[in-house]
């Protein structure tokens, strides 16, 4: 029988969880020859999206790559060394944004209806909002991935313009979108991830991190 907290403190993770999350994941650069099918994407983005973004903005659009045709398509934008870790993934995601995110204020935010003509007013701020935001929920992504059993391997190696132009375009199109839902135009690239299962035998040594007295302070 599955329980719900619904009051207290929530139990904190196992270490196995903690190890699949963090300690132990690591950046694929090789993959499997192994598909990561439609309906796992869904659940990925089903659980990406509960994680917080300002005022509920949620402005993360994320157009999954699964087919030859359409990597071929990013590989102009890439630089020489992504080249073949994005050909090669079963799945490249192009995380971006909507400059427009707050269009949908008024079903994600609906007690404060001022919210939108402020953010419409200020494109600045807007702006600054959705790449931040955004950024928040590419985070969310390479952690529900983990949590699903797949592994990530994020990429800013690419040129930001030729992929807003090839996949985001006045005239282009995506199939089975719904243009209304996802309006191209008003979407920019952030950053892209890799994602399937990583060849784990082609790792190498993985690098240090900063101890907490060289990256934290406490007041």
């Not at 619904?6 to 690591?26: I, N, T, V, W, Y």
Request: glycine share 6%.
């Amino acid at each position: 029988m599955t329980t719900h907290n619904l009051g207290g403190s929530a139990a904190p993770l196992s270490e196995d969880a903690l190890d699949q999350l963090f300690r132990k994941a690591r950046t694929h650069s090789f993959w499997l020859a192994k598909p990561v099918d439609d309906g796992t994407l869904r659940r990925l983005y089903e659980l990406m999206k509960w994680g917080p973004t300002s005022a509920n903005g949620c402005p993360a659009r994320l157009l999954f790559l699964r087919t030859p045709e359409a990597k071929q398509r990013l590989v102009p934008a890439l630089a020489p060394p992504n080249v073949e870790k994005a050909l090669t993934a079963p799945v490249t995601v192009i995380v971006g944004f909507d400059v427009r995110f707050y269009d949908k204020l008024p079903k994600l935010f609906p007690h404060a209806p001022g919210y939108r003509a402020m953010f419409e007013s200020t494109p600045q701020l807007a702006d600054v909002t959705a790449r931040r935001n955004s950024s928040l929920q590419g985070a969310y992504l390479l952690l529900a991935a983990r949590a699903l059993g797949l592994d990530c391997g994020p990429l800013s190696g690419f040129d930001n313009a030729k992929v807003d132009e090839e996949f985001f375009g006045a005239g282009k199109k995506v199939a089975d979108c719904d243009q209304e839902f996802f309006p191209l135009t008003h979407i920019r690239s952030n950053f892209l991830c890799n994602i399937g299962h990583g060849d784990h035998s082609r790792l190498h040594p993985r690098n240090p991190r900063l101890d907490f007295e060289e990256a934290c302070a406490l007041l």
